[in-house]
């Protein structure tokens, strides 16, 4: 069996219980990280630690600069192959405005939204 990682980068604890529960209700091959710091996660990233096959970045977290976690793995061959799922406001994702990001999911979807997103994900 071949297991899949996500690394979840959010400041938000309520984040971390919602995501690990709908990503483990409906996958048994998948491990979710979760990192509360986004200056840790980039540095984990960027000593290649941890390469996983998914990053979900909280774009709304205070003092953070989603443009320079996405340059993290853009920099990096290593990391170009990570798949970046990101969530937060409408807003925040269209003043990102990258291609980098392959999904984004608003910050206001339900628990069963939630757990829709993550079947297609890891079936995509």
């Given at each position: 069996m071949t297991v899949r990682t996500c690394l979840l980068v959010s400041d938000d604890p309520d984040d971390h219980i919602e995501f690990?529960?709908?990503?483990?209700?409906?996958?048994?091959?998948?491990?979710?990280?979760?990192?509360?710091?986004?200056?840790?996660?980039?540095?984990?990233?960027?000593?290649?630690?941890?390469?996983?096959?998914?990053?979900?970045?909280?774009?709304?977290m205070t003092g953070f600069s989603p443009a320079a976690f996405v340059k993290t793995l853009e920099d990096d061959p290593?990391?170009?192959?990570i798949r970046l799922i990101a969530y937060g406001d409408?807003?925040?994702?269209?003043?990102?405005?990258?291609?980098?990001?392959?999904?984004?999911l608003n910050s206001d979807a339900s628990y069963s939204e939630l757990r829709e997103f993550f079947e297609k994900m890891l079936n995509t």
């Open positions: 690990t529960e709908a990503l483990y209700e409906i996958s048994n091959d998948t491990v979710l990280i979760g990192i509360t710091h986004p200056m840790k996660a980039m540095n984990l990233l960027a000593l290649k630690r941890l390469v996983p096959d998914y990053v979900i970045l909280n774009l709304t290593a990391l170009q192959n409408d807003d925040d994702y269209r003043e990102l405005n990258t291609g980098r990001i392959s999904t984004f």
